[in-house]
């Protein structure tokens, strides 16, 4: 829409919050994972117009490809 080539995109994560009961499973889990490769986001090309996004696109109009994700941590809860 905007003609600019696609680059990466980068989330900040602010005032994230790990608890005393919580840090074993950080450390020794979180922590020692490598990441994955990042995966790819494709965008159907026929999206021209912001009006195309309004009337017609659809989710299926995305695709995430080679999104790979670790096994979840079940951190203790705390309160």
């Not at 995109?9 to 919580?22: G, P, S």
């Not at 965008?43 to 912001?50: G, R, S, V």
């Amino acid at each position: 829409i905007t003609g600019h080539k696609a680059g990466k995109a980068y989330h900040k994560i602010v005032n994230a919050h790990i608890y005393e009961n919580q840090l074993e499973s950080m450390r020794d889990v979180q922590l020692k994972r490598e990441p994955f490769e990042s995966p790819t986001l494709t965008i159907n090309p026929k999206i021209k117009t912001l009006e195309d996004i309004e009337t017609w696109v659809t989710r299926d109009d995305f695709t995430v490809d080679n999104y790979q994700c670790h096994d979840a941590i079940k951190y203790p809860f705390s309160v």
